[in-house]
């Protein structure tokens, strides 16, 4: 059973892909055969839509699109703003994102998730988002029906009854849970098929697992993307200041490694699995393409390609 890697930084990291998915299309002997790229998300830095992470990404839109287009990849609008109101509906700028996507994209809603390779690359060329408000939920629903959705972990959902029940609604086609329902195996193993096809793991989470305020971390970043005037928030993990480290993640309890989805989550019966990193650099993006998707005796071909293409600024 194929799984599917949900890759940040669509817009964040534009110039990065466009290197990396030439290599990916034409040396899939590079690259495991298990797996394959089932999204890339991200939002534009302008985008009063976005949530999640402060928002960078100042990439072309029109050319996202074509790129992603070009190599059949689903790309991901990162709307996870959760405070939008009726007056942000209808921004101008997220509106024409939407249209742009939208364009063409049909409505893949019959296609059951996961059921076997063939349903999922159905919808392979149609763009998603990944949303937290209802409010914008239904407002783009109804305005731009060609989209599938995505819950956003924005949510902080930790309760395992809230989280069967948010897989239990038919608007999300996948729900990323909390980081910290990831090794929960008894309950995660007693879903049904259909719900464990629409779960999606964050894997490489490097926040505190003893977080207690996760949700109003993600609250500042949606005043911030709304253009309010507030304070950053403060980081209530021991190790803040160590900033993001690949190594410390694979420390974390709720850890995704490849080993793990080799030979736990997939004979489970999962197959989509996200990872983060929009407010990261290049390099260390790359290191986690290299880790999930890469054979390791090929590792140094492909970072040798993207460090000597010399318009990647790496760092």
Not at 228 to 238: A, F, T
Not at 247 to 259: L, T
Request: aromatic share 14%.
């Amino acid at each position: 059973m194929k799984i599917y890697y949900h890759l940040p930084g669509l817009f964040e990291f534009y110039e990065l892909y466009k290197a990396f998915l030439p290599l990916w299309h034409e040396h899939r002997e590079y690259f495991y055969d298990w797996c394959d790229i089932g999204s890339i998300y991200g939002a534009p830095s302008d985008c009063i839509w976005g949530g999640g992470r402060v928002g960078f990404g100042d990439a072309d839109p029109e050319k996202v699109a074509k790129l992603v287009k070009e190599y059949g990849i689903s790309p991901r609008l990162t709307f996870s703003n959760s405070l939008v109101r009726k007056e942000h509906l209808s921004d101008a700028r997220c509106n024409a994102l939407c249209k742009m996507f939208d364009s063409g994209a049909g409505d893949c809603s019959d296609v059951d998730a996961g059921k076997n390779d063939a349903d999922d690359y159905a919808c392979k060329n149609r763009a998603g988002i990944i949303v937290h408000s209802d409010l914008l939920l239904d407002y783009i629903k109804e305005k731009y029906p060609g989209f599938y959705f995505v819950s956003s972990t924005t949510k902080v959902i930790t309760d395992f009854k809230e989280f069967t029940a948010e897989l239990n609604r038919d608007e999300f086609r996948y729900v990323v849970p909390d980081f910290r329902l990831n090794k929960q195996f008894d309950k995660l193993n007693a879903l049904t098929d259909a719900q464990k096809q629409k779960v999606e793991f964050l894997c490489n989470e490097c926040c505190w697992f003893g977080c207690y305020d996760r949700k109003a971390c993600y609250e500042n970043v949606s005043r911030k993307s709304l253009g309010e005037n507030c304070e950053d928030h403060e980081c209530v993990s021991p190790t803040a200041q160590r900033g993001y480290r690949f190594s410390d993640a694979m420390k974390n309890p709720g850890f995704i490694g490849i080993d793990d989805i080799q030979h736990v989550f997939v004979p489970a019966g999962f197959r989509h699995f996200k990872i983060e990193g929009r407010s990261l650099g290049s390099a260390i993006i790359l290191e986690f393409l290299l880790y999930y998707m890469t054979k390791p005796e090929h590792q140094l071909k492909v970072r040798e390609e993207i460090y000597l293409d010399s318009s990647l600024d790496l760092f």
